[in-house]
């Protein structure tokens, strides 16, 4: 159980191009969803937290234009990335939290972005 | 948010127990301490969780002591499978939402 997915596990575009990836939780519903961005041989970095039905809440440093997050139900949220530029090549993971007193966050295989 | 230290780098032999050493001096009263795993380009996999104490689960050990300022995580046995990067995490709620802020994590490798 508690199963995350995420589409596509890669993607190349061209630079200037939106994409858009999309984070799904399985098997349960998720309250909150977590995006995070992973440069080579670097950890994670948070990038925003969205509450389903709600704006998402950036961290700081992070273009709430640039990176446009939505989470219309329980289980899907998108991360879109607005005119993609080269820089903005790296590795996106989601996670998914259950609601509730639970505190374990789980990840999606994530997606590797790659600009041209 | 409490930060987390951790050694950058171990290495050991397969068969090996390791332990996995996490400093979190700031760690607040509600803040579990959970640790993941992570292979290169995937996602962070769930390891194991605790408060306080020492947790078991089929994988892993926790050791927290009763001051909480650090814990530790205990694999058994060791293999080359085990190669990766581990990170200790804690978190608590702020403004409703519990989220965790990554470290460096401890790069893992396992020599046969």
């Known amino acids: 159980g508690a199963v995350v997915s995420q589409h596509p596990s890669w993607v190349i575009c061209k630079s200037g191009t939106s994409v858009k990836i999309e984070c799904r939780s399985l098997?349960?519903?998720?309250?909150?969803m977590f995006w995070y961005r992973q440069f080579p041989k670097q950890s994670l970095m948070l990038m925003a937290t969205?509450?389903?039905?709600?704006?998402?809440?950036?961290e700081q440093g992070v273009e709430k234009d640039k990176f446009l997050i939505n989470h219309a139900s329980l289980t899907l949220s998108t991360l879109t990335v607005t005119s993609a530029h080269p820089e903005d090549s790296s590795f996106y993971i989601c996670?998914?939290?259950?609601?509730?007193?639970?505190?374990?966050?789980?990840f999606g295989p994530g997606t590797r972005l790659t600009v041209t | 948010l409490a930060k987390t230290t951790q050694p950058i780098s171990m290495d050991s032999y397969e068969g090996q127990e390791v332990n996995i050493t996490c400093s979190h001096n700031?760690?607040?009263?509600?803040?579990?301490i959970t640790w993941y795993q992570q292979f290169p380009s995937q996602g962070p996999r769930f390891i194991i969780q605790?408060?306080?104490t020492k947790v078991t689960n089929e994988v892993a050990s926790l050791f927290i002591p009763a001051d909480r300022k650090s814990s530790t995580l205990s694999l058994p046995r060791v293999s080359l499978s085990d190669t990766a990067v581990y990170y200790c995490?804690?978190?608590?709620?702020?403004?409703?939402?519990?989220?965790?802020?990554f470290g460096t994590g401890t790069r893992l490798k396992v020599l046969a």
């Open positions: 996670s998914a939290r259950i609601g509730g007193g639970v505190y374990e966050q789980y």
């Open positions: 098997d349960f519903q998720a309250t909150t």
């Open positions: 969205s509450n389903e039905g709600s704006k998402a809440t950036y």
């Open positions: 700031n760690i607040a009263t509600n803040d579990y």
């Open positions: 605790g408060y306080k």
């Open positions: 995490l804690v978190g608590a709620s702020t403004s409703g939402t519990y989220k965790y802020i």
